[in-house]
């Protein structure tokens, strides 16, 4: 049997924070309720045979805005209709001010195991800047609570380069975030597309050489801390690295279900229509190839600290990339070092 994961997208927010380009809406509890309805029937007539789930990820959106009921009956669901592996890794996204107790309970009694907080900032001005609804104050008590209940494997989101930012913010804000000790920690670079509030304002990204600083400066900390960088964004203390988010970037299939969610089925890449009320049979498909596969074996794997083989016509492009200090050569394969990271788009697509 062939191992996969299944992500299960809840589009809806409280607010749409300035900077969000994912698919998600405000929307009220009849609508949401009639989606979850969908996407529940949706998961049971899926057919997929010869897979064993070794990780679930119910991502958005905020699905901690979903009554308690709901994530039992996703993860129903879910085990009536494929093999789900006994230590499967199943991961909830929850918002600071929405999250509760009962919410929290409730998602482990159905075999939930990992949180993922969104955290952003410990620096409420920054949190403002970026239209998030909660603060840091919310953000830590929710991380305390969470922790309290039994949650051994927590990941908080964070964000750099945020309008404002300074190497003294960022570090009040990493600081905080070891005080909490998560298992995971992502940490992205603030980019700002068209059709976000940021972008309709003209709110313009921080200057390369800023972005670079707060790259820098995270990756060090949090080395020093502890964490291991195995990934662009992603920081994670040993044995703590996303196995959903490893199967991403391995090419391994990933079902996904719900409005907007994109899946692979190990050669056909597709996504569901971003339309709450009708996105069941909304299918958008894209086969790809054996070269295809390739390429994108190449570049999700260049995406992480244990690298990928490089095709034979390339390999003195990348010992030139490792004479230079933009990657490393790790046994057969070559990685990125921090330095690569910093370019990998450019990188890539020289390689590609
Ligand atoms: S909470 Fe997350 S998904 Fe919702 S609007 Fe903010 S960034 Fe987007």
Redo the contacts with the bound molecule.
Sequence with gaps: MNSCGIYIHIPF?????F??D?F?RVADNGTIEKYLADLIKQIKSARYENFRVESIYIG???PSLLSGDAVPKIAEAVNMTFSVDPDAEFTVEV?PESVSVAFIKKAMSCGVNRVSI?VQSFDDIELKTL???SRAAEAKKAFSMIRDAGITNINTDIMLAIPGQTESSLEKTLCGLISLSPEHVSAYLLKIEDNTVYGKKGVQEAPEEIQREMFFFTSNFMRDAGYEHYEISSYAKPGFRSRHNLGYWQLKPCFAFGAGAHGFDGHERYYYDKNIGDFFEKKTEEYLDEKALAEERIMLGLRTSDGVCIPPDKISYADFLVKNGYMLKIGKNYALTDEGFLVSNKIIADIL
Excluded: E, M, Q
């Design positions: 927010c409280g607010t749409k924070c900077y969000c994912f998600s958005g959106g905020t918002n969104g239209g998030r609804r």
